[in-house]
């Protein structure tokens, strides 16, 4: 659901985050900043400075994390119980 209002700070760069992966136009909406890609993009270059991350492009956001999610990678192991190891 979008942002009835412009997110800032680490709001702004979480809803970014999660938006990353369906590009600019729809961060940028979802972030409540309807098509103002300008504003949008300044906004958020200032939240990430602020928290510290080097990020120049909003594919940046996207994490290693974030990639395995998608992919499905990965095989669980496990003991069936905590006594059977």
């Not at 997110?7 to 938006?19: I, M, P, S, W, Y």
């Amino acid at each position: 659901m979008a942002s009835l209002e412009k997110l800032q700070g680490t709001e702004l760069v979480d809803c970014a985050r999660a938006n990353a992966k369906q590009g600019i136009q729809t961060a940028a909406r979802q972030c409540g900043y309807g098509d103002n890609l300008n504003e949008f993009a300044r906004d958020l270059r200032k939240a990430c400075e602020d928290m510290n991350l080097q990020v120049k492009e909003l594919s940046e956001l996207i994490t290693d994390q974030d990639m395995m999610l998608e992919i499905g990678e990965g095989e669980i192991v496990a003991p069936d119980t905590e006594g059977v190891l």
